[in-house]
Each structure stands twice: as structure tokens, then as C-alpha cells.
């Protein structure tokens, strides 16, 4: 950095350049500035600049779109809302933000409802999946070193069919006239089908099916490098295998729980393609009421709106979810 | 523990990438299917020699269309391409919300869209489309005057659209399954489906509504004996209770998944649209599932509606698209994609080329005594929409 001052000058002018430079340097935006120039010139800078870019184009961008139309009223026009910054004559300079629209959300008990409904369906799907993925994980995470890539493998397995199929395929299965039904009253357990397709029931079952593999991967990462000593430790102390499993494992899993938790739940609770196919009508759900504002209210205002607002639940809850994990690491 | 963690998140969050991209390639797939531009075509300037004044056409010989699914003729497109040596890029939607979405976010790219015409009175509104240019369209006069009459009610002096199909609102129903419940059944009339007492015989058969209040408020609101058009929130209220005294027998609301399960068994009543309806019923002939399917307009009366040729403001191929209307609206071609799709056309001249089966169906081409009653779709005001949709909404989740 002091090579920064000198200036080609002769040795007296390039001595009090350098007190000038370092000030000017030490300016915070400067200073932010060139640590960044510094860290994308590096070549290492530039590893880390990549999903920086990628998060800004896609993320950050949309967001501010979605968050700018939220503010803005509907109209019949193309596109179909209105400006927020308007140029008016004498070279003023207009912002308009309507609030309306968020005020709209509040009054209407739909969107508190649907909001409440998503979280709820969420929160047991997630709940479920942990039921069942962690029995998988934990015997994933024990089997056998030349096993476990295997195993790991055919839980991965089914992403390689698409998604949208794999839940079509649910409608199968599921209808009155659907393989379950006809098989049970082949053999005889039952005489009228039972109504499984277009119900909440069918609504879990997709769900649980198609987000198990992102409980169950975070879970096997933690118990995987999970120190076996511990176990052996407590055995040798006396201690059952199942109070070992409750003192020892399951505390230390707890970050893979809170990690695939959360997997499951984020993306349950925005949910479209699932409620839309296998659900029935009484299935209301966030995703849904958007979709709706969107295409059928053509209120991209509204819709973005709801967008937003769903955004923010997801924010709160994460930054639960980040002071669970940060209480169980510092547990440790 | 926590770098694994990390690298559980990875594998997950990679997955889920995975998992994104086989969701929208399948999203995307049936339109490569339905593409015709693999189809050997003509090189572009083969147009028929010694033809007269070729028509004005665009630099590239190209022409975007972006229509209903599984409503044109097998060979509509590669005759159109083998005569003018324009290349039909074809591609489908299955709703006229998403065509409006992409149409109010602009530069789709599309020359010729196919909203239906409720719809189009807004679209016209927010200045989406171009007007056409009639001088384009020597066929013009084969449309049918009284249709264009009722067209001119969305677009004033139809100066944007033409239509391409038209159809009707009814009931469709499993011939058997309802004799079999009640042999006196109301057949032809509205009562089979908005009287709860005859509901509640086919709850267990399942009946299934079209999830759009755009078809099922008129109904409605034509089978209490109030204006079709009404825009007033008491007789909305009154359509409300009419349709929550029959929500508890109706197995779901949706816009075509009543087609297939139809055709299989699943439901036995359906309010639906004429052309799906006959789409359930030859599909049931080809599975021979012994599913008998039927459709009638009630004698009450019900609603027309039509799907609509329009050019978008932005369109690159302007003067293709008015080739490819042109096209459309001669008689033995839209009369062949009649004989295929079983929805009527608006060409007068062509009717007498449409097969005498489908002419004289008079539940496809209905007498004049229940062309009579059909009345079309009105275009509400954002108010009032808003109170629809949050109308349907409550009777959906019958809340």
C-alpha cells in the first residue's frame, strides 16, 4: 500500500504525497471500494465474485422488481401497472408509493388465512419428513463405508425424472380408479374406493414424497461425521443404547434436523404445482392466492404484494431457524 | 460439523437446481412437440410460380403463432407452408391467463395469439393489439355477418379480431351412470345442475365445474332469471347462494382435468365446453371403457363464446400473419379444422363444406331455436372482477 504514495516526482513531493493518499484511503467508500477492486482483480476475488453476480442478477434484481411493482397501481395498460417515478413538468421529479396494497392484504381474512393454512401444511410435511427421513439417514449414515454411496445415490435417484412427472404419476396412483384403489379391492380390503385424490391427504403425500430427499441429505451429512467414540464412551459407561441415541446423537443431529427442517419447509410453504394437481379445493394455499391475483385478478400490484409479504415470513422464520442453530452450536 | 453441514446444504440446494430445470424442461416440452418447423419446408422464395402479385410479405419468411392445444387440423400448417413458403413456427397454451400475461409483459414475440374474445375487450383496452389491415384479407367476406355482429360487442366495428372457433358452455354427462341414478333425470335443463335435490343422486359419481366465474356466474345468473350481464353485488350475492347450496355434491372445480375423467369414469357431471366434452367422449369411444358421453346446451340458454385471431402491437411478422389469417379464414380450410376439432367455425361459406354429422350435431352447431338463448360473456369492470374472483374463491374452499 505505501508504494500507493509515491508519485514520480523527485523524493520530497513523493513523502508528502503519501500522508495525503493514506487519508483518502482510509474514507470508508474508498476504502470499500478498493478492498473490492482488490479481492475481484485477485483471482481468488474473482471465485467469490461469481455467486455474488449470480445472486444479484437473479435474486437481488427480481426482488427489487417484484418489491417496486408491489407499490404500484393496477392499470388496464401494458404493462399493467403504473409507474412509481413520475417526471412532471418544471423538472419535478414524482415518487408514488401505494401502500394500498399491503393495507389490502391486512383487511381481507383470505390472505391471513392462506398464509396461516401454507404454514400449517408446511410445518407438518416438514414435521413428517423428519419422521421418516431420519430413521433413513441414521441407517444410511451406519451401513456399510462401500454402502452408503449407493444408498446415497438412490435417494438422489428420482430427480433424475422430472419433477412435475413424478407428481403427475401421484394422480395414478391415487384416484378413485388409480392403482391403490384397484389393488385393495382386488383383494378384497375394501369395496368402495376410498377418495385419496384431490384431498389434503394427496396434498402431504406429494409433498412428503417429493422434498424427503432434502431432509434426508443434510440429516446424513451431520450424523455421517458423527464421532462413533462418543457412543462407544457411553456404552463402556454403562449407558443404554436408546439413552445414548437421546443424549448423545440426537443433540448432535440437531443441526442436520434445523438444516433439512427448513429445506422442506421453505419450499412447502410456497407451494403451486402440488396443491394445484393432487389438491382438492378447499386446499388454499398461499401459492394459489397468488396465482390467482396474478392471472386471474390480473393484479400484479396485489400479487407482488402477497409475494413480498410471503418473503418476509420466510425471512423471520429463517432468522429463527439461524438463532436455533447458532444456540445449538454454541450448546457445544 | 458445521462444514458438513454445509456441504449437506450444498448437495441439497444442488439437487433442488436439478430438480428446477427438470421441472421447466418439462414445462416446456409439448411445444417443441407441436413445432412444425422440423417439417421439411419450402425454401423461401418458393412461392408458386406464375402465381399472381405475390402479397406483401415480411424479410423473413416466418410466421408465429401461439394457439389453444389440439385445435387444428393435421394438415393446416404444412399446406399453408407448401404454398406460401412461410414457415408456421406453432406453438400452445392451454389458458387464456397465461396468454394475458405474456401478452401485458409485452414482446412475446408472437405474430398471430388466440384469446378468446371476453378476454380480448380488455386486451384491446390496454393496447396490445394492432388493428388489421382489411385490405390483407380477401376472405373476410366468407365470415358469417350475425356472428361478427355479436364480435363487434368486445371489438367495436371488429376492427382487431377474427375469430378462429367458436363453441358453447353446457353439460356434459356419462350417458349410463346418470340413468342408472335417476331414470327422470332433467336432461336438457339447467336443473340438472344448479337443483340440489338432483345433485345430491350423483354426489357419489362426481360432479365437476369448470373453475372459471367467467362461465359459471352467467349461468347462474341466467338460470335465476337475472340479466346475464348483471354487475351488481346483490345479484352476485344471489349466485353465491345459489352455488353454496350445490357446493357440497361437487367433486372439484378445473378447466380441463374434467376431459379425462370423463372419458375414464372419475366424474359423471361436468359443466364444461362443448368441443372437451366431445374430446372426453371419443376418448372414451378409443379406450372402449364403455363410457357413454353426451353434451347439451340447455333450453334455458347459455353462453357462446369464441376464440379470436389477433395481431400483438409488436409483432415481427405482420404481414405473415395477415397471409396466415387470410389462410384461415378461406372455406375448405377452416371447414377441415372443424371436421377435426368438432368446434363450429364463423365462416358462413364454409358450412356446407363441414361433414353433415358435425353440421347437423345440433349440439355442435346449434338450431336456430337455441341459438335463440345463447348469449355471450360481458366484460366486468377491475372492481367488480375483484369481487368475482374473491366470490369464487369463497365458494371454492366453501368458506
Known amino acids: 500500500m505505501s508504494r500507493l504514495g509515491y508519485l514520480p516526482l523527485g523524493d520530497h513531493l513523493a513523502v508528502s504525497a503519501e500522508p495525503m493518499v493514506r487519508a483518502i484511503v482510509r474514507i470508508p467508500p474508498v476504502r470499500w471500494a478498493l478492498n473490492l477492486l482488490g479481492h475481484v482483480t485477485s483471482g481468488r476475488g474473482l471465485v467469490i465474485a461469481v455467486p455474488y453476480v449470480w445472486l444479484a442478477l437473479f435474486f437481488l434484481i427480481p426482488f427489487l422488481i417484484v418489491l417496486k411493482i408491489s407499490f404500484a397501481d393496477q392499470l388496464i395498460a401494458q404493462p399493467p401497472y403504473s409507474s412509481l417515478v ?159 441415541f437421546l443424549t448423545i446423537t440426537l443433540p448432535l443431529s440437531m443441526p442436520g434436523v434445523i438444516a433439512g427442517f427448513s429445506l422442506v419447509f421453505i419450499p412447502a410453504l410456497g407451494e403451486f404445482v402440488i396443491p394445484d394437481l393432487l389438491g382438492g379445493t378447499e386446499t388454499l394455499m398461499i401459492g394459489k392466492v397468488l396465482w390467482d391475483e396474478f392471472f386471474s385478478n390480473r393484479a400484479w400490484p396485489i400479487a407482488s404484494a402477497v409475494a413480498i409479504a410471503m418473503l418476509s415470513l420466510v425471512l423471520v422464520i429463517m432468522s429463527f431457524q439461524h438463532w436455533l442453530e447458532r444456540r445449538a452450536a454454541a450448546a457445544r | 460439523m458445521t462444514g458438513s453441514l454445509r456441504t449437506g446444504i450444498l ?98 414475440g408472437y405474430d398471430i395469439v388466440v384469446p378468446s374474445a371476453s378476454f380480448v375487450a380488455r386486451q384491446i383496452q390496454a393496447g396490445i393489439f ?118 357440497p355434491f361437487i367433486k372439484y372445480f378445473h378447466s380441463s382435468q374434467y376431459i379425462n375423467d370423463l372419458a375414464n369414469g372419475e366424474v359423471c357431471l361436468v359443466l364444461g365446453w362443448s368441443g372437451d366434452v366431445f374430446i372426453a367422449r371419443d376418448r372414451a369411444e378409443e379406450a372402449k371403457n364403455g363410457n357413454e358421453i353426451a353434451y347439451f346446451v340447455p333450453r334455458e340458454g347459455s353462453l357462446m363464446w369464441f376464440d379470436t385471431m389477433a395481431i400483438p402491437k409488436d409483432a415481427p411478422h405482420a404481414d405473415n400473419a395477415h397471409r396466415f389469417i387470410d389462410y384461415v379464414l378461406r372455406a375448405e380450410v377452416v371447414a377441415a379444422i372443424t371436421n377435426y376439432v368438432n368446434f363450429p367455425n364463423a365462416n358462413a361459406a364454409a358450412t356446407p363444406l363441414v361433414n353433415e354429422d358435425i353440421r347437423t350435431d345440433t349440439s355442435i352447431y346449434p338450431d336456430a331455436e337455441t341459438k335463440k338463448n345463447l348469449f355471450p360473456n360481458v366484460v366486468n369492470t377491475p372492481t367488480f372482477d375483484r369481487l368475482v374472483t374473491r366470490t369464487w374463491t369463497r365458494i371454492k374452499t366453501n368458506q
Open chain 2, 130 to 247: 394492432q388493428p388489421l389491415d382489411r385490405g390483407k384479407l380477401p376472405n373476410y367476406q366468407n365470415l358469417d355477418p350475425e356472428i361478427m355482429q355479436i364480435l363487434a360487442g368486445y371489438d367495436p366495428e371488429n376492427k382487431h379480431i377474427i375469430p378462429w372457433l367458436w363453441g358453447t358452455t353446457g353439460i356434459g354427462y356419462n350417458v349410463a351412470k346418470i340413468k342408472e341414478r335417476m331414470p327422470d333425470a332433467p336432461l336438457g335443463s339447467w336443473d340438472m345442475l344448479f337443483k340440489p335435490e338432483v345433485l345430491a343422486k350423483f354426489k357419489d359419481c362426481g360432479i365437476a365445474l369448470l373453475d372459471a366465474p367467467s362461465e359459471v356466474f352467467p349461468t347462474a345468473l341466467r338460470y335465476l332469471g337475472l340479466p346475464t350481464g348483471s354487475q351488481s353485488p346483490e345479484d352476485l350475492a344471489k349466485v353465491e347462494a345459489l352455488l353454496m347450496s350445490i357446493r
Open chain 2, 11 to 108: 448437495i441439497a440446494g444442488l439437487v433442488l437446481l436439478l430438480a428446477g430445470c427438470g421441472g421447466s424442461d418439462e414445462a416446456s416440452a409439448p411445444a417443441p412437440a407441436e413445432e412444425t418447423t422440423q417439417t421439411d419446408s419450402a425454401p423461401p422464395a418458393a412461392a408458386p410460380a406464375g402465381a399472381p402479385v405475390a402479397p406483401a410479405t415480411d424479410g423473413e419468411q416466418v410466421v408465429n403463432v401461439y394457439n389453444w392445444s389440439d385445435y387444428i387440423a393435421e394438415d393446416t400448417i404444412a399446406n399453408f407452408e407448401k404454398e406460401t413458403g412461410i414457415k408456421v413456427r406453432y406453438d400452445v397454451f392451454d389458458s387464456n391467463e397465461v396468454l394475458e400475461a405474456k401478452l401485458l409483459a409485452g414482446n412475446t
Open chain 1, 86 to 244: 413520475d417526471f412532471a413538468e418544471q423538472g419535478y421529479v414524482t415518487l408514488k408509493l401505494n401502500v394500498g396494497n399491503y393495507l389490502f392484504l391486512a383487511e381481507d381474512a383470505l390472505y391471513w388465512k392462506a398464509y396461516l393454512r401454507s404454514v400449517q401444511i408446511a410445518f407438518f410435511s416438514a414435521l413428517i419428513c423428519l419422521v421418516i427421513g431420519y430413521p433413513m439417514a441414521y441407517a444410511m449414515a451406519r451401513a456399510e463405508p462401500t454402502w452408503r454411496s449407493v444408498l446415497l445415490m438412490l435417494v438422489v435417484l428420482p430427480f433424475w425424472t422430472s419433477f412435475l412427472l413424478r407428481v403427475y404419476a401421484w394422480i395414478g396412483l391415487l384416484n378413485n380408479n388409480g392403482v391403490i384403489n384397484n389393488a385393495l379391492m382386488a383383494l378384497g380390503v375394501i369395496d368402495q374406493p376410498i377418495v385419496m385424490m384431490r384431498t389434503n391427504f394427496a396434498v402431504y403425500v406429494g409433498i412428503v414424497y417429493s422434498y424427503l430427499p432434502f431432509m434426508i441429505l443434510p440429516l446424513y451429512a451431520t450424523l455421517e461425521k458423527m464421532d462413533l467414540t462418543l457412543l462407544e464412551a457411553a456404552e463402556d459407561l454403562g449407558c443404554r443404547p436408546f439413552k445414548a
